[in-house]
């Protein structure tokens, strides 16, 4: 690999630090206070709650719209990764891992969709039983994924806030950042480490176990990418994912309350 020159590497750096910084990066630098200050609070972590997807307004159709903006500018970071690794000639966002493979091959959208559901069943299935035992050590707080209303567009809302989530954090964390780390002359095994780091790190505002378990899913989904060179298993695997959290937690409240139900004082 052909080095590159020591200009071109500081505007890199400053280019990560950037998009970093308007995204992930910044996730991660308030998760470190998050974790921090409820640390500090009389309740230990296991008697906290974190929730994810919360609502934005009363009114349902101002929700809604919130909810909406709040998703299109939310792929804004992914939005400029695609403008800075964006080529001239097909494949466009190869850089990326999408497209037609960079090195010749043809495009297999089946086998990365497959791919993708291996992968989501290989981190989801333990990940469940990693979470149980993480809350009940009192390392991790108890985790709402969704306390929306019951109205026509919760669950496509969910869905898109798992599309969201799923192609900012593979095509940010994973696939921008590994393209720039190898420019700046940085080792596979350094990559995947630092992307599973800072993926652990935005996760830290469900405590100790949100962010151990995120550095695994990391590691995983990082040596995936190094071997398939390949963006969509990933996208795939982390939608299937947070579909199941998201939607899965609203309709299991719906179908057993008195499993949810908070208990009496």
Do not use: C
């Not at 280019?15 to 921090?36: C, K, T």
């Not at 959208?109 to 992968?119: N, P």
């Not at 992307?195 to 040596?223: D, E, I, K, T």
């Amino acid at each position: 690999m052909q080095a590159t020159p020591s200009d071109v590497r500081t505007r890199l750096r400053w280019e990560i630090g950037i998009v970093l910084a308007l995204s992930f990066g910044a996730a991660g630098v308030r998760g470190i206070v998050i974790i921090i200050d409820r640390l500090t609070l009389p309740e230990a972590l296991a008697e906290q709650t974190a929730t994810l997807n919360t609502s934005l307004a009363d009114r349902s159709g101002f929700d809604l719209t919130y909810q909406l903006l709040g998703i299109l500018f939310g792929l804004a970071p992914v939005a400029l990764v695609a403008f800075l690794l964006w080529r001239a000639r097909a494949p466009h966002l190869g850089a990326l891992g999408l497209g037609r493979p960079l090195h010749g091959g043809r495009l297999r959208v089946g086998r990365e969709v497959l791919a993708g559901v291996g992968l989501a069943a290989l981190i989801g299935i333990p990940g469940i039983a990693f979470y149980l035992i993480t809350k009940a050590i009192g390392i991790n707080v108890t985790v709402v994924p969704t306390d929306l209303g019951a109205f026509w567009w919760t669950v496509p809302i969910l869905i898109l806030r798992a599309l969201q989530a799923a192609l900012g954090e593979e095509l940010v964390v994973v696939a921008y950042l590994f393209d720039r780390l190898r420019r700046l002359g940085v080792g596979p095994v350094a990559t995947i480490v630092s992307s599973a780091l800072l993926r652990g790190s935005y996760h830290l505002y469900q405590g100790f176990g949100g962010f151990l378990g995120n550095v695994v899913m990391g590691l995983v989904f990082g040596w995936a990418y190094q071997r398939w060179g390949r963006s969509t298993p990933l996208i795939v695997a982390h939608w299937i994912l947070d579909i199941v959290s998201f939607v899965g937690y609203g309709l299991a409240v719906a179908l057993w309350p008195a499993l949810f139900a908070a208990p009496n004082p």
